[in-house]
């Protein structure tokens, strides 16, 4: 199943001549899938002759103007550090399940299994970085 693969980030670089993107500049990124593997290509605006007969998807995107306007996210041990505190906290259950689904999309944690008990689902994560595992329950936020 293709969601199962992973897919590089943009290399910020043009894969026909290997120029750099400056900033706030416009280009295109291709998938193919290559003996199973999802290859990422990136070029610049002037190199996009279309999608390749091979590709699987394609945008438009833009690089981004000022690194310096991004949001600066949490570090990943203040966010990993949080998770583990809150198992204690009952009344914290809501927030600590969507800060679960947040460490799985950032890929800190790892969803390894999901399992039903008397009081609902249970997700087990896996933790590589601190090679530690965590119960997270399943709960609707209100």
């Not at 002759?49 to 394609?58: H, K, L």
């Not at 009344?91 to 008990?117: P, Q």
Request: hydrophobic share 40%; proline share 6%.
């Amino acid at each position: 199943m293709l969601l199962e693969h992973e897919i590089a980030p943009c290399s910020r670089q043009c894969a026909v001549t290997g120029r750099p993107f400056g900033r706030g500049e416009v280009y295109f990124s291709e998938l193919r899938i290559d003996h199973g593997v999802v290859l990422r290509r990136d070029f610049s605006a002037a190199n996009w002759a279309g999608p390749s007969d091979g590709g699987i998807a394609w945008w438009r995107s833009r690089t981004p103007e000022l690194d310096a306007a991004r949001p600066k996210l949490a570090p990943q041990d203040v966010l990993l550090n949080l998770f583990a505190e809150l198992d204690s906290q009952p009344l914290e259950a809501e927030f600590r399940y969507l800060l679960g689904l947040l460490l799985i999309r950032r890929r800190l944690v790892k969803l390894e299994e999901t399992r039903c008990d008397a009081s609902g689902q249970v997700l087990l994560l896996d933790c590589p970085r601190r090679n530690e595992q965590f119960e997270l329950r399943v709960v609707e936020p209100a």
